[in-house]
């Protein structure tokens, strides 16, 4: 696999640094006869060699430039700082190369206000996308041709992915990664890096496809099951509370989330367990009944099933990645 990083004037850093060390962190995860026939290579491009100027005074050293023909599996564009159009004048060579690495097959990943480049392509246009809350107005005006999607946090468009924070971009690595290397994987790295991402690494999309428009009843539907996970609580009660009956809220639910209400619900049970594990100092039992499991026992297995860990081990180790040196 190859990855590349566009670098540019005040990029953030924070969009490149976790990412490259999710991936890089994955691909070492394979055998060594996965890794010597297919190597995984990440590359900084940028419009020169030169470093460009970025928050913090620090210096990323590119690897090639905008002019390299080399062709890459996924490219990962971050947000920059302030106001975006500055940027976006400056390295005017980024589009049609963007262009290009996408009719080749290459997956784009924008962040926040990095979500400018795909829009500049017109490759966005008539596609559901999102970007940082701060823009959403700014952008709609700009690009009227968009479908701009102010309560996704992650959308999916034919190969073109836009987050709307650092946090949902490592979802969407996370994704990649189940994606490219496999589910044990993804838990694995999930695991370690579990306390900078807030979610599991189920398809994150609000959007699958960028075919339908996102159903603000099943936005409703989601923070309904955050707020009431320690009741219980079935696709019944969800529909109900959405004032849809079932079969119509199953169908609609699956096709704005990717996974049944069923499935979501457990996953934000995990995520919420987590959660409590890493940052509360609760019993293994009060965990569970945070998140709607009455039974420890039963908690637990469902934990180390998704985590291939007890609640207890992560706890452990977590608490160690955290504060030890």
């Given at each position: 696999m190859k990855?590349?990083?566009?670098?540019?004037?005040?990029?953030?850093?924070?969009?490149?640094?976790?990412a490259a060390e999710m991936l890089s962190s994955a691909a070492s995860l394979r055998p060594r006869q996965q890794q010597k026939k297919a190597p995984f290579e990440i590359k900084l491009v940028a419009p020169s060699t030169e470093p460009p100027e970025v928050p913090a005074g620090l210096k990323l050293q590119p690897d090639i430039t905008f002019q390299n023909q080399q062709a890459f599996d996924i490219i990962i564009l971050p947000p920059m700082?302030?106001?975006?159009?500055?940027?976006?004048r400056q390295s005017p060579e980024i589009i049609p190369w963007l262009i290009k690495q996408y009719q080749q097959g290459a997956k784009l990943v924008a962040t926040g206000t990095g979500v400018i480049w795909?829009?500049?392509?017109?490759l966005l246009d008539n596609q559901v996308a999102t970007t940082h809350w701060y823009y959403y107005d700014k952008f709609?005006?700009?690009?009227?041709?968009?479908?701009?999607n102010r309560q996704a946090s992650i959308t999916a468009a034919n190969g073109l992915f836009c987050t709307g924070s650092i946090n949902s971009q490592s979802e969407m690595i996370l994704y990649l990664i189940a994606e490219s290397f496999g589910q044990k994987t993804a838990n694995i790295i999930e695991t370690h890096f579990g306390h900078e991402i807030s979610k599991?690494?189920?398809?994150?999309?609000?959007?699958?496809?960028?075919?339908?428009?996102?159903d603000e009843s099943i936005a409703l539907a989601q923070d309904w099951v955050k707020r009431n996970l320690s009741k219980t609580i079935t696709a019944q009660s969800i529909a109900d509370h959405c004032g849809l009956p079932l079969r119509s809220f199953n169908r609609k639910f699956k096709d704005q989330v990717g996974e049944s209400p069923h499935q979501y619900l457990q996953k934000v049970r995990m995520e919420a367990a987590q959660q409590l594990l890493r940052d509360f100092g609760m019993s293994?039992?009060?965990?569970?009944?945070?998140?709607?499991?009455?039974?420890a026992y039963?908690?637990?297995?469902?934990?180390?099933?998704?985590?291939s860990m007890t609640p207890s081990q992560y706890r452990r180790m977590v608490k160690a990645k955290i504060y030890n040196p």
């Open positions: 990855v590349a990083f566009a670098l540019y004037h005040r990029a953030l850093i924070t969009g490149i640094s976790l700082w302030g106001n975006p159009l500055v940027t976006l795909l829009a500049e392509t017109g709609a005006a700009r690009y009227p041709n968009i479908r701009l599991s690494t189920q398809q994150p999309f609000y959007q699958i496809g960028g075919q339908v428009q996102f293994v039992q009060d965990v569970a009944e945070q998140v709607g499991y009455k039974d039963h908690f637990s297995t469902r934990f180390q099933q998704q985590f």
